[in-house]
């Protein structure tokens, strides 16, 4: 079974730091490129950050100078490192990628986690 699962959210106080991982677990070659989003209650899913496999990265404005997007080739794995969290911040935040699931395939397959828990106390 081919799942990503993400890690680390939960309460923190406003001006606190949480690291989010995402976990790309089954068969598969390595993850492409990835993305994180956040959804809140009543409002639109939007996108926080985005990184390629080579490593180039992009961010929401909201985002930028806090959070920081990572990977681990290895480890099929990436990370949202968030600093100066904002109680605006709260929201599910989703892992988005593309998998690949052997060297030099033609067609990669976007998965979406579960989504993890963050909310930011004043």
């Known amino acids: 079974q081919v799942q990503l699962v993400e890690s680390g959210g939960g309460l923190v106080q406003a001006g606190g730091s949480l690291r989010l991982s995402c976990a790309a677990s089954?068969?598969?070659?390595?993850?492409?490129?990835m993305g994180w989003y956040r959804q809140a209650p009543g409002k639109q899913r939007e996108l926080v950050a985005t990184?390629?496999?080579?490593?180039?990265?992009t961010y929401a404005d909201f985002a930028k100078g806090r959070f920081t997007i990572s990977r681990d080739n290895a480890k099929n794995t990436g990370y949202l490192q968030m600093n100066s969290l904002k109680p605006e911040d709260t929201a599910v935040y989703l892992c988005?990628?593309?998998?690949?699931?052997?060297?030099?395939?033609?067609?990669?397959?976007?998965?979406w986690g579960q989504g993890t828990q963050v909310t930011v106390s004043s």
């Open positions: 988005n990628a593309l998998l690949e699931f052997y060297a030099g395939a033609p067609t990669k397959y976007e998965y």
């Open positions: 089954g068969n598969i070659f390595s993850i492409n490129a």
């Open positions: 990184i390629t496999s080579g490593g180039s990265t």
